[in-house]
């Protein structure tokens, strides 16, 4: 049995605000769709992020349509599970409606009983499991959950057998820990038996294996982010070109995957220092020599003096598609200040104040304690002018309690 396994597709996504970023992300998904056919492969697994949002335009869902029909063309079924992106609050996503028109099995917990030529349904306490069937080989999976809603379904997504497939869009510590910055949903002891894990959320591609099985992030179809740059270049020291992420999707043949990389826009994640604005335009200049053109160009500078960034931002868009420099100035002597502790700088009333005011506010503990202090405050400067004056006068002092108005200024 040999399948595509393809994630976080992200069809709709205007990167930097611009239009032709959606059409990149859609004909990298073209590209692979195209591939998957001539592989010959028996089915097709999208695990998550379809689309960049859960209300997807009718011109993302129209590309959608069109490509996944060329696998219908073909007999391929296709088998999702809704990401973070394109999952929503309420029981029909557009991934029913892909479904309702025969271009998605949809597998995961569902209200209702749906069955069809590769779906079965289960019927799981108050709910239906809905998972797919190829020939002897079971295809499990539920859309992008959160952690403590996954203790309770992981168990419920047990396969009946080794020639089976898990699909989720979550984060497994092992995987993210290796050198991602990124937390965790799972580990993977949560994980139930399966022959392969086809996992999507995580960008970067990824094959972890363990215990003969594998677990599989084919990564995004295009370059989301920076991280995913295809060049990096730095010029501190030196000048030093370094070779980026590659973009693709999984083939699987016999549970054992391989990366099939696909040719995406170039993204250029560009570093540079120097010590003068003279320095740093020169090695600007010189970093543009290895730029190609109709790229993506992302700069960072760092220097002293002020560059001028207008002059070199239109040199970059000369050559790329889209540029952005960004330009930090380096200060190399600060003051040191010192950070005064909340008993220095507030009054022992400011504080408790302060405290009777965060979170849930109850109005009338702040009303009685305000109007304790004032009250309190006004008595004692009333005791105070009664001993400066003579009795006399002292009988004319208005004892009446002030409002909280009077104390704030108010008419």
């Not at 294996?209 to 730095?234: H, K, M, Q």
């Not at 994640?269 to 003279?278: L, P």
């Not at 020169?282 to 002293?304: A, N, S």
Request: with cysteine; aromatic share 10%; charged share 35%.
């Amino acid at each position: 049995m040999k399948f595509a396994h393809i994630a976080d597709i992200h069809l709709g996504y205007e990167q930097y605000n611009q239009i032709w970023r959606a059409e990149d992300f859609s004909a990298s998904f073209r590209k692979i769709a195209e591939r998957s056919i001539e592989e010959d492969v028996d089915f097709v697994i999208i695990a998550g992020d379809l689309f960049h949002r859960s209300v997807p335009s009718p011109k993302t869902i129209k590309e959608a349509i069109e490509i996944l029909q060329m696998f219908k063309r073909e007999n391929i079924p296709v088998f999702a599970i809704e990401g973070n992106h394109d999952k929503t609050s309420r029981d029909i996503s557009a991934y029913h409606l892909l479904e309702s028109i025969g271009m998605l099995n949809v597998l995961g917990l569902r209200k209702k009983r749906v069955e069809g030529e590769y779906l079965r349904c289960k019927k799981v306490q108050n709910v239906y499991l809905v998972k797919g069937q190829m020939e002897d080989v079971e295809i499990l999976g539920d859309r992008h959950r959160s952690r403590w809603q996954l203790e309770k379904i992981i168990p419920l997504l047990k396969p009946e057998s080794e020639n089976s497939v898990l699909v989720l869009h979550q984060a497994v510590k092992e995987v993210v820990d290796i050198d991602l910055d990124m937390a965790y949903d799972l580990t993977i002891t949560d994980l139930p038996e399966a022959g392969y894990y086809a996992f999507g959320h995580i960008h970067l591609p990824r094959m972890y294996e363990f215990r003969g099985r594998y677990i599989v992030y084919p990564g995004s179809v295009e370059r989301y982010d920076l991280r995913e740059a295809s060049v990096a270049i730095s010029y501190k020291t030196e000048l030093t070109v370094r070779e980026g992420v590659r973009k693709g999707f999984v083939i699987v043949d016999d549970f054992k995957p391989e990366f099939i990389e696909i040719d995406t826009r170039e993204m250029y994640d560009v570093e540079i220092e120097a010590e003068n604005a003279d320095e740093l335009e020169k090695r600007f200049l010189e970093v543009m020599e290895k730029i190609g053109e109709d790229g993506i160009l992302i700069v960072k500078m760092r220097c002293p003096e002020i560059a001028d960034i207008k002059k070199m931002n239109e040199v970059a868009l000369k050559r790329a598609s889209y540029a952005e420099i960004r330009f930090e100035r380096r200060v190399e002597d600060f003051e040191v200040l010192s950070v005064k502790s909340e008993n220095e700088f507030f009054t022992d009333f400011e504080l408790k104040l302060l405290d009777l005011l965060k979170g849930e506010i109850d109005e009338r503990e702040v009303y009685d304690f305000l109007m304790e202090h004032y009250l309190r405050q006004s008595q004692e400067e009333v005791r105070h002018e009664t001993e400066e004056k003579t009795v006399e006068d002292a009988k004319g002092i208005d004892k009446k309690p002030k409002t909280l108005l009077d104390f704030f200024g108010g008419d």
